[in-house]
Antibody, heavy 120, light 112 residues
Framework: EVQLVESGGGSVQPGESLRLSCTASGFTFGSYGMSWVRQAPGKGLEWVSV????????YNTGSVKGRFTISRDTSKSTIFLQMNSLRAEDTALYYC?????????????WGKGTTVTVSS | DIVMTQTPLSLSVTPGQPASMSCKSSQSLLHSNGRTYLYWYLQKPGQSPQLLIYEVSNRFSGVPDRFRGSGSGTDFTLKISRVEAEDVGVYYC?????????FGGGTNVEIK
């Protein structure tokens, strides 16, 4: 059974940093791309970032470019999201999600999420 | 960015009755490889999203056959043949043809 467990969320002030982690199990981690998707309180889903199976290719959505960095450690079956210069509008529940298959970015499994609150 | 527009915003359905919702993309989701990168998810209250349909019309593992996806190009539809109480939640479409991936705003389905 695929399991994705996010951690690292918390409450910070604008301009501060956080590092989210997502540890995976139940599948061959190194064979799948991984994404972060967020959901602001009471709002819809927003895709944030993706990293390829190898970790070589990454892509961020426009609103976080230059501030967020996605990475992965295959030896630990874990992906990370380094979030710098946080803004109030980054407040959300952050989900980690597994790609459906190699070469397909869409997701077929999600964690329960970790909450990030940015407020002064 | 590809804009995904879902209608209606909300749907109230009697159990056992059908339901239908639409998702339109601002450009075709057909790739040169012949695949169309349109997906449907359901987020039940208090839960994480779950994949229902991939590449327009393929039901994901374990998804009941009362869910049916259809469409092509820029116009897509998700139909539930007979709504059950467990189908309540927000339905989202997603395109993964190009970065950034984009979701529709969602259709909220409730039971009458």
């Amino acid at each position: 059974e695929v399991q994705l467990v996010e951690s690292g969320g918390g409450s910070v002030q604008p301009g501060e940093s956080l590092r989210l982690s997502c540890t995976a199990s139940g599948f061959t981690f190194g064979s799948y791309g991984m994404s972060w998707v967020r959901q602001a309180p009471g709002k819809g889903l927003e895709w944030v970032s993706v990293i390829s199976e190898s970790g070589v290719i990454t892509y961020n959505t426009g609103s976080v470019k230059g501030r967020f960095t996605i990475s992965r450690d295959t030896s630990k079956s874990t992906i990370f999201l380094q979030m710098n210069s946080l803004r109030a509008e980054d407040t959300a529940l952050y989900y980690c999600a597994k790609a459906i298959s190699r070469g397909v970015t869409a997701m077929d499994a999600w964690g329960k999420g970790t909450t990030v609150t940015v407020s002064s | 960015d590809i804009v995904m527009t879902q209608t209606p915003l909300s749907l109230s359905v009697t159990p056992g009755q059908p339901a239908s919702m639409s998702c339109k993309s601002s450009q075709s989701l057909l790739h040169s490889n012949g695949r169309t990168y349109l997906y449907w998810y359901l987020q039940k209250p208090g839960q994480s999203p779950q994949l229902l349909i991939y590449e327009v019309s393929n039901r994901f593992s374990g998804v009941p056959d009362r869910f049916r996806g259809s469409g092509s190009g820029t116009d897509f539809t998700l139909k539930i043949s007979r709504v059950e109480a467990e189908d309540v939640g927000v339905y989202y479409c997603l395109q993964s043809l190009q970065f950034p991936l984009t979701f529709g705003g969602g259709t909220n389905v409730e039971i009458k």
